[in-house]
């Protein structure tokens, strides 16, 4: 099976601009999370959705958005992008929602300038 | 915000030997999950726990949790220069509740 796919790989855009990052989960898998990796901050949980619907949403502000298709494929939308929106952003699949363990994509490497 | 801790934060060791690494978190769980990470790439799921295990064991790896402490441990037996990477250990709650990291433990191992 393929593995979970994210495009594109990298990015750089400037303050103010809006990103939109996608993620093809693994074949049969239903669920899909999103996380900001920075150096200071470590790994933190942005939403999951599961079938279309998001299930969990983590602590950032609303210019952080997500969506995820009938084809379980998501994506998710920054707006207004700030200097400390640089970051890895990891995208991964899963089964089920909350239980399995997750499958997790290469990442998205977003530089803000 | 994190739920684990991992510690050591780097641990420098050289190959043949065996590397731990310790995870404690705050909350109750309903599994503890190790993932390792190669030089900001995508993590891999290594091993899961359940709160009602004990041991596990993949291979080389070796994970304890030991819930009345909140604890777990990953020991990598017989390491390999390609076994340097950062390990993350992850806590989910029971309901509802996403995946929460610890900030991770880089490992090195010197060939």
């Known amino acids: 099976k393929a593995g979970v796919t994210q495009t594109p790989r990298y990015l750089i855009k400037t303050r103010g601009q809006q990103v939109t990052l996608s993620c093809s989960p693994i074949?049969?898998?239903?669920?899909v999370s999103w996380y900001q990796q920075t150096p200071g901050q470590g790994l933190q949980f942005l939403f999951e959705?599961?079938?279309?619907?998001?299930?969990n949403k983590g602590n950032f502000p609303g210019r952080f958005s997500g969506r995820q298709f009938s084809n379980s494929r998501s994506e998710m939308n920054v707006s207004t992008l700030e200097l400390g929106d640089s970051a890895l952003y990891l995208c991964?699949?899963?089964?089920?929602?909350?239980?399995?363990?997750?499958?997790f994509g290469p990442g998205t490497r977003l530089t803000v300038t | 915000s994190q739920q684990g801790e991992e510690d050591p934060q780097a641990l420098s060791i050289q190959e043949g030997e065996n590397a731990t690494m310790n995870c404690s978190y705050k909350?109750?769980?309903?599994?503890l999950q190790w993932y390792r990470q190669n030089s900001g790439r995508g993590l891999v799921h290594l091993i899961l726990i359940r709160s009602n295990e004990r041991e596990k064991h993949s291979g080389r790896l070796r994970v304890t949790l030991d819930t009345s402490k909140k604890s777990s441990s990953l020991l990598i037996t017989a390491s390999r220069a390609a076994d340097t990477a950062s390990y993350f250990c992850a806590t989910r709650g029971s309901g509802n509740t996403p995946l929460v990291f610890g900030k991770g433990t880089r490992l090195s191992v010197i060939a």
């Open positions: 959705y599961f079938s279309e619907t998001q299930r």
């Open positions: 909350t109750s769980i309903n599994n």
């Open positions: 991964a699949s899963s089964l089920a929602s909350f239980v399995d363990e997750q499958y």
């Open positions: 074949s049969g898998h239903r669920s």
